[in-house]
């Protein structure tokens, strides 16, 4: 089964979507905050986004930009705009596949399947995969995920330098110096930026159920304690 964000403010065209998307037993999820697309994105986690480009606040293009940051999965972009530029516009922001409307819900769906393999399927690319594991909690750095159980967050680039880092480190501190080494190569930056970064790992590890997991120790860094946590 796989996962389906609908990013859509046609009501008519969204609903008919999420309806042949669960004709097919997968799940479809329908954007309704148009100001809160990666928020969205990133709590729901799809394996693939159908993207309009003429939406309220920002247009399909700037959220395109905004999940490319944080995440490699595909990205269809369904619109009225049938120029070529709008077609250039689109895959150069990041997207995999441009339909035009109006369209035949069969030919969106064959595209969807096709993605679909491309990422995860019979066509996906076989690399061995890069994985952290420490305690039940594996982080995929290439994917920019980390997994505890059943449960997955979607990472940034820093957040996941930060997190490989912690758990190459455990039981060991990380100190502050070498966070930073790794997030910043030796560039200045203030504790208040470095605390930021700290406050949103806390944040990912609490979605997964680890809310006392990294501890802060005073004067020498932070450390990563999973040793009694059990997936659930």
């Known amino acids: 089964m796989y996962k389906m964000l609908i990013v859509e403010d046609d009501p008519k065209i969204a609903d008919l979507l999420k309806a042949h998307i669960e004709k097919y037993g997968d799940t479809a999820i329908v954007i309704h905050e148009f100001d809160r697309v990666l928020e969205q994105f990133q709590r729901h986690s799809p394996h693939i986004v159908l993207l309009d480009i003429n939406l309220p606040s920002f247009d399909g293009y700037y959220w395109c930009r905004q999940i490319r940051q ?77 997994h505890f159980g059943k449960r997955s967050v979607p990472l940034s680039k820093k957040e996941t330098i930060l ?26 930056v203030d504790d208040n930026t470095l605390s930021v970064n700290i406050t949103r790992v806390r944040k990912r590890l609490a979605e997964l159920g680890l809310e006392e997991t990294l501890e802060t120790v005073r004067g020498l860094g932070y450390r990563l304690n999973l040793n009694a946590e059990e997936p659930k």
């Open 163 to 188: 997190i490989e880092t912690l758990m190459e480190y455990s039981p060991r501190v990380a100190s502050r110096e070498v966070i930073l080494e790794k997030l910043w190569d030796d560039a200045f």
């Open 70 to 146: 944080v995440s490699t999965c595909p990205i269809i972009f369904i619109s009225a705009r049938d120029g070529k530029m709008d077609q250039v516009m689109a895959l150069e922001n990041g997207a995999d596949d441009f339909i035009t409307k109006p369209f035949y819900y069969e030919i969106v769906m064959a595209k969807i399947r096709s993605q679909l393999r491309r990422a995860y399927g019979d066509y996906a690319v076989k690399n061995d995969e890069r994985t952290v594991e420490l305690g039940g909690l594996i982080l995929y750095p290439e994917r920019m995920e980390l």
